[in-house]
């Protein structure tokens, strides 16, 4: 029969088998891309997704080293996780959930060593913990031992307690010995990078999940002056009387209390969950023993200042299923579980792959390299590595050796000390994951099923940049095709218009007052910005003010402000405009375009104080906004659709409003169910030609059309399409 001899697409001289059709088909009909009704477009789109493959082919792109660069680097990506021991990744993975399920209090004693320690050292810091580990075990108390021979700092003083840990916060060695012990328990000797470790457990309770809080801030330095601290604590006090008294709700005592900017625009929210072993012991347990969410803490004192914390909401340890992923990342980018993970797999692709180290040479090779050579020797020429069938020489070993002492050289500025050993070991999995990785198509259908989609996706991209929209991008060929097609770029007749819908006639009357011209004017509210009497230097605390503005002006783009600088009646007369300067270039600076801003010099106008000069020394900070919204929030926060405002550009059937009235310049008010309405029409458009700057996205748009359909027809000719039919029928039926 011929669809078995044959294929039932050919483009040109390139068969499409049916096998590879009807795996496509299969895919697609399983994700519900194709329905019954849809099956010959189907087949139209994929005849001309493949013959644009075959023109990418055909204009040698896959040969490009731009293609061949990209196609690698996706390689290399992709194989990654076929490099490493699933099972094994895995078996840790739980582990870590497992022991994530528990925190444990732990006290340590450290004997430290240096990164790398000479054996005496070794040998001394080794017997120290050991002369240590037998007096706690004869009895004496293992506190009294940490305060006097702990060689941890911060832990020493308190005799040895680092606070509760959990599992993925210390080196793994540590975690190990920390799991195996219960309440009570001594360790044995432990090794990690930081020195010898003796280890007991204080305390064991289970994970107390995670938390979200808002807190209150009145910040002040710890090691800030006594009138300062005095001054913070008072305020905090303050600040603890009026969430006492119940008038206010936290959030509005927070926006107007707190000294963080980034979080009291938020009601004092921290956009992040807290683990307790995330915080100090002192928090740990002040915050999760808030019982009920909306409860808050009194005042602590943390290096921040004096903070009041509000309970937002309280999670316990998430499901294994939850976790995984994130737990997964963690695993292997850990070094410890890595290099674990990382034996686990060389061990097996090494009897994959059929490594062997040939013993004789292996000794040679090892016993001879420090020894000087001309080149010629016998032994250089023997083999030394055989992975699958391809075989090393002790001479490949050797120039290995001095390639990568030269990158160690480069890299670091000194040769660190590396046996003969362990360049050894490196040199045997170099290969050894060479090969592996070279014959991952062949051993991981997936893997080649991933990359020759991603080839073609790279292939069919390429070829449509280069022969649509780069074309398409031409400005001459985009002149040409609008000259030809200019009928097609019309604007159809519209006005520009404001219409103002309000729920009652004071409403609408407030909206036109505030909504009268852009940019309109806002109630944000920020303190004046204070400066020093006679300078031009910001006082303390007026930097947070300026800080502030500049957040709230980054993230509302549509905002205007209106700096007005003023001065003492005592001061130089350039001061007021030499003080909104000073802040302007500031913002500049940081990103806030000087066309946003409107500058005032207001002089010795409205003095804020008769008897305290420094404070007209200052700048006024008024808010507007391009946008109608914002001032249209301002009315609906309090009662919301009381106000609903919209201006532009309309065409008929776009706005009913606007349908139902005569289109010429003016304005007028009405009433319709219930609603207060003004319309403002302020200019018409005819319908008219589109200019060309006007039309050139939609030139763009329909320049691709055409250039796509023209192309397919040029692919049609240059590789004759062949179907048969029947076979096609079969397959999609």
């Known amino acids: 029969m011929w669809a078995q001899q044959d294929a039932p697409i050919q483009l040109g001289s390139k068969k499409i088998s049916a096998a590879l059709f009807e795996k496509d088909y299969r895919r697609l009909l399983e994700s519900d891309s194709i329905k019954s009704d849809n099956k010959q477009k189907f087949l139209s789109d994929y005849i001309d997704y493949q013959l644009k493959i075959l023109a990418a082919e055909d204009a040698k792109i896959p040969q490009s080293p731009a293609f061949q660069d990209e196609y690698q680097s996706f390689r290399k990506e992709l194989a990654s996780p076929y490099l490493i021991d699933g099972e094994k990744s895995e078996a840790l993975v739980k582990e870590a959930y497992q ?11 450290l004997v430290k060593l240096a990164q790398n320690p000479s054996i005496a050292d070794t040998l001394i810091a080794y017997q120290k913990i050991d002369n240590i580990r037998k007096r706690v075990l004869a009895g004496e108390i293992f506190e009294d031992l940490a305060k006097k021979f702990s060689e941890d700092d911060l832990s020493a003083l308190k005799g040895g307690n680092i606070g509760f840990v ?19 328990g001594i360790s044995g000797i432990v090794r990690t990078s930081a020195g010898y470790h003796l280890i007991k457990i204080l305390d064991v309770r289970p994970n107390q999940g995670k938390i979200r809080l808002a807190h209150i801030l009145v910040s002040v330095p710890v090691n800030a002056a006594t009138n300062l601290q005095v001054d913070a604590k008072n305020r ?5 009387k009026y969430l006492e008294k119940g008038d206010e709700s936290f959030e509005l005592i927070c926006k107007n209390y707190s000294e963080d900017p980034y979080s009291k625009g938020r009601g004092g929210e921290l956009r992040r969950w807290y683990y307790s072993s995330d915080l100090s012991e002192e928090l740990q347990s002040k915050l999760f023993t808030i019982q009920r969410l909306g409860d808050y803490t009194e005042p602590i004192r943390t290096n921040l200042g004096w ?7 309280k999670k316990p340890l998430l499901s294994y299923d939850e976790m995984a992923e994130y737990l997964r990342q963690k695993v292997v980018t850990d070094p410890e579980r890595s290099a674990l993970i990382r034996t686990s797999f060389m061990k097996r692709v090494k009897s994959e792959n059929k490594v062997v180290v040939l013993e004789a040479a292996e000794k040679l090779a090892l016993e001879r ?9 016998y032994y250089l020429k023997m083999p030394l590595l055989q992975v699958s069938e391809k075989t090393w020489t002790i001479q490949d070993f050797y120039q290995f050796i001095v390639a990568q002492q030269k990158k160690k050289l480069k890299a670091l500025g000194y040769l660190p000390s590396i046996t003969e050993r362990t360049w050894l070991d490196e040199f045997i999995d170099i290969h050894t994951l060479e090969e592996e990785e070279k014959n991952l198509e062949t051993k991981y259908p997936a893997f080649k099923e991933q990359m020759q989609e991603f080839f073609e996706g790279n292939l069919y991209s390429k070829i449509i940049d280069q022969e649509i929209f780069e074309k398409s991008l031409d400005s001459l060929r985009q002149q040409a095709y609008f000259q030809s097609h200019a009928a097609q770029f019309t604007m159809p007749a519209r006005i520009k218009a404001k219409i103002i819908d309000a729920d009652t006639p004071k409403t609408l009357a407030d909206g036109l007052e505030l909504l009268g011209k852009s940019p309109y004017p806002m109630n944000k509210r920020l303190p004046d910005i204070g400066f020093a009497l006679g300078q031009v230097e910001m006082i303390e605390g007026a930097n947070k003010i300026a800080q502030e503005l500049f957040i709230l002006m980054a993230k509302n783009r549509d905002y ?10 005592s001061e130089a007369d350039t001061l007021s405009e030499a003080r909104v300067n000073h802040l302007v270039r500031y913002l500049v600076k940081k990103g806030i375009s000087a066309a946003r801003i409107i500058e005032r010099v207001e002089g010795t106008l409205k003095p804020v104080s008769k008897t305290d000069k420094a404070k007209n020394a200052r700048v006024a900070i008024k808010f507007y906004s391009q946008s109608m919204d914002d001032v249209v929030k301002r009315f609906n926060a309090i009662k919301p659709q009381s106000l609903i405002a919209e201006e532009g550009y309309f065409i008929k059937g776009q706005n009913p409003l606007l349908d139902g009235i005569a289109w010429e310049v003016g304005k007028q008010t009405k009433e319709l169910n219930g609603r207060h309405i003004y319309l403002e029409i302020s200019q018409m458009e005819p319908e008219r030609l589109k200019r060309f700057d006007e039309s050139r996205s939609s030139i763009i748009r329909e320049l691709q059309v055409q250039l796509e359909k023209d192309w397919l027809t040029n692919l049609k000719q240059r590789f004759p399409v062949v179907l048969q039919t029947e076979e096609l029928n079969r397959i999609m039926q």
């Open 166 to 184: 959990t599992s993925l916060q210390t080196q793994y060695a540590f975690e190990n010995a920390v799991y195996a012990l219960e309440k009570g």
């Open 307 to 313: 903070q009041i914390f509000k309970l937002l909401d």
């Open 560 to 569: 205007v402000i209106e700096l007005a600088g003023y001065q003492d009646a």
């Open 369 to 377: 390299f420090a020894q000087d050579r001309i080149g010629d020797e």
């Open 236 to 240: 905090i006090d303050q600040v603890q």
């Open 99 to 109: 022991r994530l399920k528990f925190e444990k209090q732990v006290g340590h004693i």
